[in-house]
T-cell receptor, first 113, second 110 residues
Framework: EAGVTQFPSHSVIEKGQTVTLRCDPI?????LYWYRRVMGKEIKFLLH????????ESGMPNNRFLAERTGGTYSTLKVQPAELEDSGVYFC???????????FGSGTRLTVV | EDQVTQSPEALRLQEGESSSLNCSYT??????LFWYRQDPGKGPEFLFT???AGEEKEKERLKATLTKKESFLHITAPKPEDSATYLC???????????FGTGTRLTIIP
C-alpha cells in the first residue's frame, strides 16, 4: 500500500510569490489533514477534510492560505502571497474513518526568502 | 485548549541503557493519546494509540503507558537505530485534530 505522498519535497520562493503544495493521501482514506511545523515549534493543525468538504479549518493562519480537495482525492494547499513567516515544514496526513492511526507524509519544506 | 508537554527535550543514552520519555497532557475528554517517531527529513511515523488510563501497548523495545495526566514511553535496551525524535499528541472527543508536543530527541550511542 502506497503511503501519503507530498510534493514538492522542498520549495524556495521569494516573498510575495505563490506556492502550491500537493498531497496524495492513502487510497480510500476519506479524512485528510494539513499540519505545519515552524522552526523550533511543535507541529500544529491547519485543517481537516472529510472527502471533498472542509470539516475544520480553525488552524488556518489567515486568508493567504487556501486548501482544496478535488473530488475527495488529492489536496492542494496554496499560499498567496507568501510571507517570510510562512516558512516551515508542511505535513499532510490521512486516516480511514473508524481507524485510530493518522498516517503522515514526509512533508514539504517551504522556505520564503 | 489542549496542551502537551514533553520531557526531556533531548536525551543521550548508551546502547542498552533503558530509560523513559514523559508526555504530560491537559485535554477535555481524551479521545486518544498518540506516540509517533520522526526521523530527520521524514514525517511522523505512527507507533501507538492509547485510549484510557491504565492502558499499555508494546512494540519491540518500546512500551507506552497512560495515566489520567501523563504518558510514558519506556525504551528497554535501546539500539542506535532507536535514535529519533519521539512525538506525543492528543485528540479530544468531538474533534479530529491532533495537538502535538515539541518532542524528545533521543540519541543512542553505540
Amino acid at each position: 500500500e502506497a503511503g501519503v505522498t507530498q510534493f514538492p519535497s522542498h520549495s524556495v520562493i521569494e516573498k510575495g510569490q505563490t506556492v502550491t503544495l500537493r498531497c496524495d493521501p492513502i487510497s480510500g482514506h476519506d479524512n485528510l489533514y494539513w499540519y505545519r511545523r515552524v522552526m523550533g515549534k511543535e507541529i500544529k493543525f491547519l485543517l481537516h477534510f472529510v472527502k471533498e468538504s472542509k470539516q475544520d479549518e480553525s488552524g488556518m493562519p489567515n486568508n493567504r492560505f487556501l486548501a482544496e480537495r478535488t473530488g475527495g482525492t488529492y489536496s492542494t494547499l496554496k499560499v498567496q502571497p507568501a510571507e517570510l513567516e510562512d516558512s516551515g515544514v508542511y505535513f499532510c496526513a490521512s486516516r480511514l474513518y473508524g481507524q485510530g492511526g493518522y498516517t503522515f507524509g514526509s512533508g514539504t519544506r517551504l522556505t520564503v526568502v | 485548549e489542549d496542551q502537551v508537554t514533553q520531557s526531556p527535550e533531548a536525551l543521550r543514552l548508551q546502547e542498552g541503557e533503558s530509560s523513559s520519555l514523559n508526555c504530560s497532557y491537559t485535554v477535555s475528554g481524551l479521545r486518544g493519546l498518540f506516540w509517533y517517531r520522526q526521523d530527520p527529513g521524514k514525517g511522523p511515523e505512527f507507533l501507538f494509540t492509547l485510549y484510557s488510563a491504565g492502558e499499555e501497548k508494546e512494540k519491540e523495545r518500546l512500551k507506552a503507558t497512560l495515566t489520567k495526566k501523563e504518558s510514558f514511553l519506556h525504551i528497554t535496551a535501546p539500539k542506535p537505530e532507536d535514535s529519533a525524535t519521539y512525538l506525543c499528541a492528543v485528540r479530544h472527543f468531538g474533534n479530529e485534530k491532533l495537538t502535538f508536543g515539541t518532542g524528545t530527541r533521543l540519541t543512542i550511542i553505540p
